[in-house]
């Protein structure tokens, strides 16, 4: 017996699928928006939305862009990173990324 991972579409926000591998994301397209799209693990999602609802003290969560805010929830979630591990950073280019 296997377990089943659910994975929700980053554009929609509505549709999930479920597969039996565990991964970060999968990239297909959304039956439900018609997107070529990336569905995230169900796990960094909520992590979002719990970032979203009650943004943490540690870093400046509103600074960030929408897929930077996923990349910080996914290294919280699948990996041994905390939020003490992230710096915001200005950059005087506007091509760079405010975080690392």
Known sequence: MSRSLTYRCLNC???TMTREFDTSHLSVTCPNCESFERFV???VFRQFRAFEE???PEIEWERLD????????????????TLK???IV???TSEAS???
């Open 13 to 15: 926000l509505e549709h």
């Open 85 to 87: 591990d992230f710096e």
């Open 66 to 81: 929408r897929a930077e805010k996923f990349v910080v929830s996914e290294r919280l979630v699948r990996s041994t990173k």
């Open 54 to 56: 009650s943004p943490p």
């Open 90 to 92: 200005n950059h005087d």
């Open 98 to 100: 405010p975080y690392r």
């Open 41 to 43: 693990n169900e796990a």
